[in-house]
């Protein structure tokens, strides 16, 4: 019994069906795992050296039956060999598709009786590949000109602003999730009530004894008043909570006990108390803080608008 797929072909098709299966099984994100894992690919390369290797060892047993058979097995052997039906199917739908055009010494039946400056036409049919690629052609444009000119589907353009619009609320989406990573340079005052409930929560857990709960002060200063020892707005006060106050006045850094998004939320809460009036207020400490960085935020948030409106001008 004689293979009925040469070699060449059986090899790479069983090499790609185990790529493939190791590809869908293994989660390598958007590389291709190969590329994530180089183990994989020292692992196909031995899978590839392996199917040649039984491929060689195969067809050399083989050799040594066929020189163990007397000159009658010889011949029996040959002969079921040319025998065999290879690729027979293939054979038969690739001349099926390529159709039969006539033979040259009988074009003279097909030729056409017009003839431009010696050239001349026959009459052979069309090759069938052809023909069903030029019907799949008028397909394509019949569903594309009904879904695009009549249905009007969004066109490259529209596609494109839903893709960005995506990318852009993905990318607020990340933002949101990756706040616990602030520190006092990227810290923004957080504003929703779920973060400054859980900076109340963790303000009356360990400030109080020292900051008062309605943050009048005692040990430490008052955090209602407009005055700040280490300045105010979110970045100084996350810092201070962070690292500390000064040395030997009681105020801890808070940064090995609380996590970063933790800070932000109670610094947040913190600055809740400006403008409130405690119940027993400790003198002001401190200078009034101006917030420089306001003015320069709000320049700064002009100038990005401009940017959007140009960006989106030029788009158009
Ligand atoms: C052991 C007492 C104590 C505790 C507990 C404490 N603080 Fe303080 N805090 C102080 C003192 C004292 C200062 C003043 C530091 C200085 O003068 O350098 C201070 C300063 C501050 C300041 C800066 C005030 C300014 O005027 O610049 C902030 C903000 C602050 N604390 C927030 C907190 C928060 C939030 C907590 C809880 C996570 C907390 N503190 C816990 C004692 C405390």
């Not at 493939?20 to 894992?37: N, R, T």
């Not at 006539?102 to 074009?107: A, N, Q, S, V």
């Not at 929560?201 to 430490?220: L, M, P, Q, R, S």
């Amino acid at each position: 019994m004689r293979h009925l797929i040469p070699s060449y072909i059986r090899v790479p098709v069983v090499f790609f069906i185990i790529a493939g299966l190791i590809e869908y099984f293994v989660d390598s994100g958007d590389q291709p795992a190969f590329m994530e894992k180089p183990i994989i690919l020292l692992f196909l390369l031995l899978v590839l050296l392996v199917l040649i290797a039984i491929e060689g060892i195969v067809s050399s047993l083989d050799n040594i039956l066929f020189e163990s058979l007397d000159e009658k097995g010889k011949e029996r052997y040959l002969a079921s060999r040319t025998k065999a039906p290879q690729l027979e199917k293939v054979n038969a739908l690739y001349s099926k598709l390529v159709g039969k055009s006539k033979p040259i010494e009988e074009e003279g039946e097909i030729i056409l009786d017009h003839n431009y400056d010696g050239i001349k036409e026959l009459d052979n049919d069309l090759p069938p590949w052809w023909v069903y690629t030029f019907y799949l052609s008028i397909l394509f444009a019949v569903v594309y000109m009904v879904r695009y000119h009549v249905f009007n589907a969004d066109d490259q353009f529209a596609e494109y602003e839903t893709e960005y619009a995506e990318a852009n609320r993905a990318i607020e989406e990340y933002k949101k999730t990756a706040k616990g990573l602030v520190d006092f340079n990227t810290v923004e005052l957080l504003t929703e009530t779920s973060d400054l409930n859980a900076g109340k929560k963790i303000f009356e857990t360990n400030c109080v004894a020292c900051h008062k709960a309605d943050g009048g002060g005692g040990i430490g200063p008052n955090l209602a008043d407009p005055n700040w020892i280490l300045g105010g707005g979110i970045k100084n006060v996350f810092k201070t909570i962070s690292e500390g106050g000064r040395d030997g006045k009681g105020m801890v850094a808070w940064k090995s006990e609380l996590k970063p998004l933790e800070m932000a939320q109670v610094s947040s809460y913190v600055l809740q108390f400006q403008g409130t009036t405690p119940a027993e207020p400790k003198a002001a400490e401190g200078d009034i803080w101006v917030d420089e960085a306001s003015t320069n935020s709000d320049t700064e948030t002009t100038t990005e608008n401009t940017e959007t409106a140009e960006t989106v001008g030029s788009e158009n």
